[in-house]
């Protein structure tokens, strides 16, 4: 178990329970209308729109230390600082999810990016340092550590999450504020679908972490 794993142990937790009530959730989005499946959804999209942004980020942080401060990072790999840090992205996360049972609105009003505005600053800054200071090392003429291959391609995965998953989202209610005025052709026509691309997201860094692997060449 490495340190990095931890929090990606955590994340495939996340994106298994939150895939495997999808489709419970939109059966009843479109016909059942039950409200106690309407709360167990609004409660579960936390683990999706909280627990996701904040471990991808916990993971870049972590990469950030492994490929810019090696030497730090080799004296403190223990992995009690970061079980403390998932500990503390579950509390998050169950809090969130108490509150969208409550306020049912919540997951389609722009409160719930307030999780990604804290995460995406510090996925692009780990991801851009890492980045240049990978680009510097091949530029001395240095061969690539394993590790930092390693953190490389965890980066890599994670750039193409914030793009397709993580930035849509928080511009589109940035804009959809200034766009839309009325209150129900904004839930219709914007935080719904919005939604979109978060779920998408816990589907595509699982395929894109097996590939890293090698486990998807019998299906390529």
């Not at 080799?74 to 503390?88: D, F, G, H």
């Not at 680009?135 to 590790?147: F, N």
């Amino acid at each position: 178990m490495t340190p990095n794993n931890v929090f990606m142990l955590n994340l495939t937790a996340m994106d298994l329970v939150f895939l495997i009530f999808v489709p419970l959730g939109l059966c009843n989005f479109f016909l059942w209308h039950t409200d106690s499946i309407i709360k167990v959804s609004n409660f579960l999209y936390a683990l999706n729109l909280a627990g996701r942004p904040l471990l991808t980020a916990c993971i870049c942080l972590d990469c950030y230390l492994a490929v810019v401060h090696p030497v730090t990072y080799s004296r403190r790999k223990s992995l009690t600082p970061r079980v403390l840090m998932a500990i503390a992205v579950w509390a998050i996360t169950l809090a969130q999810g108490i509150m969208s049972t409550v306020f049912d609105e919540l997951n389609h009003s722009p409160w719930a990016m307030f999780v990604y505005v804290i995460a995406l600053p510090v996925i692009v800054i780990c991801d851009v340092s890492i980045f240049w200071t990978l680009k510097r090392s091949q530029q001395a003429g240095k061969a690539l550590h394993p590790m930092k291959k390693k953190a490389l391609q965890v980066i890599t995965n994670s750039m193409i999450m914030t793009v397709t998953a993580y930035v849509p989202p928080v511009l589109g209610y940035i804009l959809g504020d200034l766009l839309i005025s009325d209150e129900k052709e904004f839930d219709c026509f914007l935080a719904i679908p919005i939604l979109v691309t978060p779920t998408a997201g816990s589907a595509i860094m699982p395929l894109l972490y097996l590939d890293n692997l090698g486990s998807m060449k019998c299906c390529c």
